[in-house]
């Protein structure tokens, strides 16, 4: 079945509706519930500051928050769909704050973007990458800092160690 | 037992702790995943951390003497007795889900398996030592990662169950005896300040044993965005200043009220060391103004690893475990036996 939004892409995922009252269900493709699903969080506060965490899975995670609530447009009560592995909805997961398995973050990477943002300030992790299965991230994490640092000694003209750094992106590339 | 030790800052600091949380790519959390599938997880774990031999860190970690026990082997009152001296957490006791323990020959490392996450690495150390736990983490964990394939993402850094341990997986916590602020009225004060901090501050025993001997364990509350080190670092930076400030409101109570402060620590030395009936809840208390004596100097007849002992060995599963007692009456006789045996 194709995506009932931009009717391109194949539907995945039931979006369920609730239009003035009228409640109906349509098929869509990722990219469009991605789209819809950036429509309900806009930038907001962290909920950090107003409680603790424990009870606030739904809060932080449910699709039918305040801000979506509050947003004045039609309102969206939730995206449904599951993870391919584990079989964890994302109901499931907003009402627990617990995921299934490594997929779901996958699964509904997109969704968990601003939770993970609310909690940590970030989604972005710097640090520890295991030696086996990180090894080219690893390499590219090297590679961005030399030419961070690369770019610093050529901004401060020192040309000796620019040339150093230089020879060292040259070996890292190599090596990949 | 190393949690008998006086360690570094021993006077405020009983204990340092680095836990790191990792999954089994292509397995379903503990939780969501099937007996088969529990088991399977536990066999992993005990493979690629139990017996090996096969290079310079499994030869490192081998002189550890780490163990494989399974949970299911052990009763009720064991369980409680190992989970109240902190070796393994309260959840795993739950026997809804196979879970495994593995555990050093001097209980400083605990991996716990099948817990929230596959893997629970737990390194301890008595007093303040958090760079060491992270070190011998860090060595437990990747000797495990030459086996396992961890579930790893490229932004969100170690998959874990709750998003919230999600990125390095890394909670540090030290456990801290804090009668200097909670005597003079400043311990809500300070339990906001580090909440502002990204700081959170329980009790010993979690959310529900607020307070019991003034003993307290802060730990960080985010585990992505930061790295490892930066995250011990601005712990042990903290904790630091609370230490330095503990001592000073010690201090502050000797100098305002040094009569009833000493009144109140003798008056705890000569209750422990005569009366014959003891709860829990008494004996924390009265210990913990003992604690206090013993830093201030007014007691100088007890050694504070005689006070982390009796700490531990008074604790109610401690008690029924290694003395089988029938009921409460008999297990606060025993306590006040045990307290008088030791601090006499």
């Known amino acids: 079945m194709k995506c009932q ?30 789209k819809i699903a950036g429509q309900l969080f806009p930038s907001g506060g962290s909920l950090y500051e107003t409680a603790g965490l424990g009870n606030l899975a739904s809060a932080l995670y449910g699709l039918t928050g305040a801000h979506a609530q509050s947003a004045g447009g039609p309102e969206i009560l939730k995206a449904v769909n599951k993870c391919p592995v584990c079989g964890t909805t994302y109901d499931s ?40 299965c990180g090894g080219e991230l690893k390499n590219s994490r090297r590679l961005e800092e030399l030419k961070m640092r690369l770019d610093r000694a050529v901004r401060e003209q020192e040309f000796e160690k620019a040339a150093e750094l230089r020879d060292e992106i040259k070996a890292l590339k190599g090596e990949n | 037992m190393w949690y008998y030790e006086n360690g570094k800052e021993g006077d405020v600091v009983l204990s340092s702790r680095v836990r790191l949380a990792r999954n089994i790519s292509g397995l379903p959390f503990p939780a969501s995943a099937k007996a088969k599938q529990q088991a399977e997880v536990i066999e992993k774990c005990r493979a690629a951390l139990v017996g090996r031999g096969d290079g310079p860190r499994a030869e490192k970690v081998k002189a550890m003497g780490l163990n494989y026990i399974d949970m299911a082997n052990m ?54 030592e958090l760079d060491k736990c992270l070190e011998t983490a860090n060595l437990i964990d990747d000797l495990a990662e030459e086996k396992l394939d961890y579930a790893f993402d490229k932004d ?31 311990f809500n004060e300070l339990a906001g ?39 011990i670092d601005r712990l042990k930076q903290i904790v630091s200043e609370v230490i330095a400030n503990e001592r000073d409101l010690r201090q502050l109570l000797l100098k305002n009220d040094k009569y009833k402060t000493e ?17 829990t809840d008494e004996a924390m208390k009265r210990l913990s103004d003992v604690r206090l004596g013993v830093a201030l100097g007014i007691i100088g007849d007890v050694e504070p690893e005689t006070l982390n002992e009796v700490t531990y060995s008074i604790l109610p599963a401690n008690i029924i475990k290694n003395h089988n007692t029938a009921n409460e009456l008999s297990r606060d006789l025993k306590r006040s036996e045990i307290i008088k045996e030791r601090m006499c």
């Open chain 2, 193 to 231: 300040s580090l909440s502002q901090l990204g700081l959170t501050v329980r009790g010993i025993y979690g959310e529900g044993s607020k307070g019991l001997g003034n003993i307290f364990q802060i730990s960080n509350q985010l585990t992505l965005g930061m790295t490892e080190q930066d995250i």
């Open chain 2, 263 to 279: 009144d109140r620590i003798m008056r705890s030395l000569g209750t422990l060391r005569s009366a014959v009936i003891m709860s």
């Open chain 2, 75 to 128: 009763s009720d009152v064991e369980k409680r007795a190992v989970a109240e001296c902190h070796l393994i957490s309260p959840q795993l006791i739950d026997a809804s889900v196979k879970r495994g323990l593995i555990l050093s020959a001097d209980s400083r490392v605990s991996v716990m398996v099948n817990e929230e996450d596959h893997l629970r690495i737990q390194c301890m150390e008595a007093g303040f």
């Open chain 1, 93 to 132: 997961f907003a009402a627990k704050g617990k995921l299934g398995c490594g997929e779901c973050y996958k699964t509904f990477h997109d969704r968990l973007l601003r939770p993970l943002k609310q909690i940590h300030g970030t989604y972005e992790h710097v640090g520890k990458i295991p030696e086996r």
């Open chain 1, 5 to 34: 939004i931009c009717g391109k892409n194949e539907a995945v995922e039931q979006l369920h509706l609730n239009i003035n009252g009228k409640k109906s269900a349509m098929m869509v493709c990722p990219g469009c519930a991605k």
């Open chain 2, 156 to 186: 969100f850094g170690y998959l874990t169950c709750c998003p919230t341990n999600a990125g390095t997986g890394l909670r540090a916590s030290v456990m801290v005896h804090l009668p200097g602020y909670v005597l003079t009225g400043k």
